[in-house]
């Protein structure tokens, strides 16, 4: 299995509707003025839409661009690190930041386009804490899956058979993805952090490659087994969750 592209990235319902829960709770109240930077194909915009947030969306593909506009939010095709808008209340990076080109320039870039007193969130996933218990158990849920024909993606059925060494070349060398380590890095640079919590993510990573009749029935299930496994220390929690406010320049000087 490897990590999906905005454009392909499926954005599952139950998905959607796990992130848009967390989301709620740190994001100020609606309608606060949200941007979705890197939004994929828009379904979390939508939802935060949905809940009755002002939402702006940005993405450098112009297929996922295309697919949110459809969806009825506004979305401009633009690096983040280049993009300009009006102020905003909070910033959203969700499965976006680990793939972005200019991280430092990103960050910055959200730094300056939060109003004073702005949030900004990001979900993602630490590639780089997974162990070789935890890289198995994905690779080998994934083969059971698609082995019983569930996935949508029948190819990714074979059994691995070094888990640990192809997650790190599929994270590291193929995709090039950031670390967790290194985005907390690029964050604490320009922001406090105020939270930031590690969580389950690997059953977000498995729905996406479900078919749409089984996501419903199995999303619940693989992160209630996650999580379990977290909390009886078998496997690591490579999710990633953090809340930040921009930093006082003047106090660091």
């Known amino acids: 299995m490897t990590p999906t592209t905005s454009t392909a990235a499926r954005e599952t319902v139950p998905a959607v509707a796990d992130r848009l829960a967390y989301l709620t709770e740190w994001l100020p109240p609606a309608p606060a003025r949200v941007l979705d930077a890197g939004c ?3 379904h979390l915009a939508l939802a935060l839409a949905r809940a009755g947030y002002a939402v702006a969306a940005v993405d450098i593909d112009p297929e996922a661009v295309a697919a949110t506009t459809a969806l009825g939010v506004a979305a401009i095709e633009s ?3 280049d993009y300009d808008d009006r102020a905003f209340d909070a910033m959203v990076f969700s ?6 080109a200019r991280l430092a320039e990103a960050v910055e870039r959200a730094r300056a386009l939060l109003a004073p007193g702005g949030v900004l969130i990001v979900d993602e996933f630490a590639w780089e804490r997974a162990d070789r218990a935890t890289a198995s158990w994905f690779y080998d849920i994934g083969a059971v899956l698609a082995g019983t024909g569930l996935t949508a993606l029948p190819e990714h059925g074979a059994v691995v058979e070094d888990p640990h060494a192809e997650w790190v070349n599929q994270h590291r060398d193929e995709h090039q993805l950031h670390s967790g380590d290194t985005m907390v890095d690029a964050i604490r640079a320009a922001f406090e952090i105020r939270e930031l919590v590690r ?7 498995l729905a996406d490659k ?7 029935r199995l999303f619940t299930s693989l992160q209630q087994i996650e999580q379990l496994r977290i909390t009886r220390g078998d496997l690591a929690a490579v999710g990633l969750r953090l809340l930040a406010h921009p930093a006082n320049r003047e106090d660091r000087a």
């Open 210 to 216: 479900l078919d749409d009749d089984t996501v419903g």
């Open 199 to 205: 969580v389950p993510y690997l059953h977000h990573y």
């Open 79 to 81: 690096d983040i690190a």
């Open 40 to 42: 994929g194909r828009g």
């Open 95 to 100: 499965l976006s930041l680990h793939h972005t």
